[in-house]
C-alpha cells in the first residue's frame, strides 16, 4: 500500500467498510476462487475453542482457550508442478485493526507459524503463515526438487501474502489499509527476502536475526569436534561465560553482568589453561585453542580473506546449539548435503574452507540468501525495516547483521539518507530471538507500527528481563551504532536511568 496514500486513509473512512465488519461469511469463502489456488477449509472457529494436534497437552493437542472468535481459512498454492504449499489465513470475527500481518518461521520451517499467528491475532489482525511448501523440519525435501527450494526460499512467503490479502478482502470488503512481516530467524531471512525481491508487500518489515546462512556451523565443528582432544564439555561452558564476564562486563563502566558491546571485548582463553591436569574449572591446551577459534573471523587458508563472521564473547551458554557435537548443527548440516553437494551420504569432514567456499554459498546466495542491499523499492514506497538480534546469540552470529545493516546504509547513501527506514536494534545479553541473561521482551510491533503509521521512529524501544514470570530488569535498546548509558545514578534495573548515545572506541 502507498504510504502517502495510507496517510489520508481517516479522511476516506466513509467511503470504505468499518474495519470490523464482515462483509461475507466465513464459510463463503470455502468457495473463493484464486489463481493456483484450492482452499481446504473455511470456517468459525468460537473464540478459547481452537485446539491443534502435535502439542504437548491432553491427547497430543495445543489449547488456545484465549483467542477471540475468528475465521480460519486453510489453502492449499501449486505455482509449479512440484509445488505444494500450505497456508492458514486467520481473521477476527469482531474487532478488525483494519491491518494484515504475515509472521515467519524458523529453521528448516515445514509447519505453519501457529503460535506467532496467535499472538497476531490477539492483537487484531488478519493474519498468515506459510509452511513454506513441504512437511517437517529436515531439508531434505530439496533434494532433487529445484521447485521446493525456491518455495522454501521466497516464492511461498509471496504467494502466501497475495493470497492473504485476497482472503482479507474477500471477507471485509476492503482491503488491508498496512501490512506487515513479523519473523525471526528463518523468518528474519524471510522478512529480508520480502523487501528485496517483493517490495510492495508489505509497509513495515520485523527481521530478527536474519538467518542468512554461513559456512558458520562448519567452521566451530572444525574447531571443536573434528579432533577429540579440542572437545570442550557443556559444562565447562559457564566456566568460560565467567571469564569473560570478568575480562569484559565493566568495559562500558557498568559491571551489570552484561556486555553492551562484544566487540570491545578482548578476552584471551589463556587465563582458563590448565596448570595441570585437566579439571572443570580450567581449558587443556587444545581447549584453549578451539576457543580462541570460534571467536576469530573464519578465514580462506590459503588466501587469509575473511569469509564469514564469527561468534562473539558472550555467547558462551549457548555453545551447544553449534558445538555439542557429534555432529554440526543439524540444519546446516542438511544445508550442505541436500543443497550445497546435493548427496545426502556428504560427510562434513571433508570441507575444504578454500575452494568448498564458492561452490557452498552459491545455491544460497541465489536462493535462500538474502544479502542485496538495494531497498530502493522498498525504500520508496516509505517502507520500514525493523532489524534486530541478540548480541549473545549462538545460532547466528550478530555480526552478520550489523554488516548486512551497514551495506544497506552504505548502498542507499549513508546513516542521514537511511535513517527513516532501516534501524537495527541489538540486546546486550539476549540469545537466539530471544531468552537470555538480558532484558529480551520489547514490543517490536508496537515500534513498528507507530514507525508506519504516525511517522514515529524508535529512538529507544524498552526491553525487559523476566524472572519467574516477574519483571526484575528493564533496559533501552538503543538504534546501532548507539549504545546504552548509565546515567551515574539510580538503579542500574530502571531503563529511566540510561541513555542512548554514540560512544567511541
Avoid at 478459547?48 to 497437552?57: Q, S, V
Avoid at 533434494?143 to 478482502?169: C, N, Q, W
Avoid at 520508496?380 to 525495516?385: E, N, R, V, Y
Avoid at 548509565?486 to 560512544?503: H, L, Q, R, T, W
Amino acid at each position: 500500500m502507498n504510504r502517502r496514500i495510507a496517510l489520508v486513509a481517516p479522511l476516506l473512512v466513509c467511503l470504505v467498510p468499518a474495519a470490523n465488519a464482515i462483509a461475507a461469511s466465513c464459510e463463503s469463502l470455502a468457495s473463493l476462487s484464486l489463481p493456483d489456488t484450492t482452499i481446504t477449509l473455511a470456517e468459525s472457529v468460537p473464540a478459547g475453542e481452537l485446539t491443534l494436534p502435535g502439542g504437548r497437552g491432553p491427547g497430543g493437542v495445543t489449547s488456545y482457550k484465549d483467542l477471540p472468535a475468528f475465521c480460519r481459512i486453510a489453502a492449499t498454492l501449486r505455482p509449479t508442478s512440484d509445488s505444494d504449499i500450505r497456508i492458514e489465513v486467520w481473521l477476527p470475527a469482531s474487532g478488525w485493526n483494519g491491518k494484515f500481518q504475515a509472521v515467519g518461521n524458523g529453521g528448516w520451517a515445514g509447519t505453519i507459524s501457529y503460535r506467532e499467528m496467535a499472538e497476531a491475532l490477539r492483537l487484531g489482525y488478519a493474519t498468515a503463515s506459510t509452511d513454506t511448501g513441504h512437511t517437517g523440519g529436515s531439508g531434505s525435501f530439496a533434494f532433487g526438487h529445484p521447485e521446493k527450494l525456491i518455495d522454501f526460499g521466497y516464492r511461498s512467503e509471496h504467494e502466501m501474502t497475495l493470497k492473504g490479502k485476497a482472503v482479507v478482502k474477500a471477507i471485509y470488503g476492503s482491503a488491508p489499509r498496512y501490512s506487515y512481516w513479523n519473523g525471526c530467524s528463518t523468518g528474519g531471512r524471510q522478512g529480508l527476502k520480502e523487501a528485496q525481491k517483493y517490495p510492495e508487500d508489505y509497509d513495515g518489515i520485523i527481521a530478527g536475526a536474519p538467518a542468512n546462512r554461513t559456512a558458520l556451523a562448519l567452521w566451530i565443528a572444525f574447531a571443536v569436534l573434528k579432533d577429540k582432544a579440542s572437545y570442550i564439555p557443556a559444562s565447562k561452558y559457564p566456566v568460560v561465560h565467567r571469564a569473560v564476564l570478568e575480562a569484559c562486563d565493566a568495559r562500558d563502566g557498568l559491571k551489570d553482568g552484561l556486555i553492551e558491546d562484544p566487540t570491545r571485548c578482548h578476552f584471551d582463553p589463556t587465563v582458563l589453561q590448565c596448570k595441570g591436569a585437566d579439571g572443570p574449572g580450567c581449558l587443556t591446551t587444545p581447549q584453549v585453542e578451539a576457543v580462541r577459534k570460534i571467536y576469530s573471523a573464519p578465514t580462506n587458508p590459503r588466501t587469509g580473506q575473511t569469509l564469514f563472521p564469527s561468534l562473539v564473547p558472550g555467547t558462551e551458554l549457548g555453545w551447544n546449539v553449534l558445538g555439542a557435537g557429534p555432529d554440526p548443527s543439524a540444519i546446516i548440516l542438511d544445508q550442505y548435503k541436500y543443497v550445497a553437494f546435493r548427496d545426502p551420504n556428504w560427510n562434513w569432514r571433508t570441507f575444504d574452507f578454500d575452494h568448498d567456499i564458492e561452490r557452498s554459498e552459491t545455491p544460497e546466495k541465489l536462493v535462500m540468501n538474502a544479502t542485496d542491499p538495494n531497498l530502493s523499492t522498498f525504500f520508496a514506497h516509505d517502507g520500514k525495516l525493523l532489524l534486530y538480534h541478540g548480541w549473545s546469540d549462538p545460532n547466528i552470529s550478530a555480526l552478520t547483521t550489523i554488516q548486512y545493516y551497514n551495506s544497506v546504509v552504505d548502498t542507499m547513501g549513508g546513516a542521514a539518507k537511511t535513517g527513516n527506514n532501516v534501524r537495527l536494534f541489538l540486546e546486550p545479553g539476549m540469545g537466539h530471538c530471544g531468552g537470555g541473561e538480558g532484558p529480551n521482551v520489547f514490543d517490536k510491533v508496537g515500534a513498528l507500527e507507530q514507525w508506519v503509521e504516525k511517522e514515529q521512529a524508535p529512538e529507544r524501544i524498552i526491553a525487559s528481563h523476566l524472572t519467574a514470570g516477574k519483571v526484575d530488569r528493564t533496559r533501552p535498546l538503543c538504534p546501532y551504532p548507539q549504545l546504552a548509558q548509565y546515567k551515574g545514578s539510580g538503579s542500574i534495573d530502571d531503563a529511566a536511568n540510561f541513555v542512548c548515545k554514540e560512544v567511541s572506541k
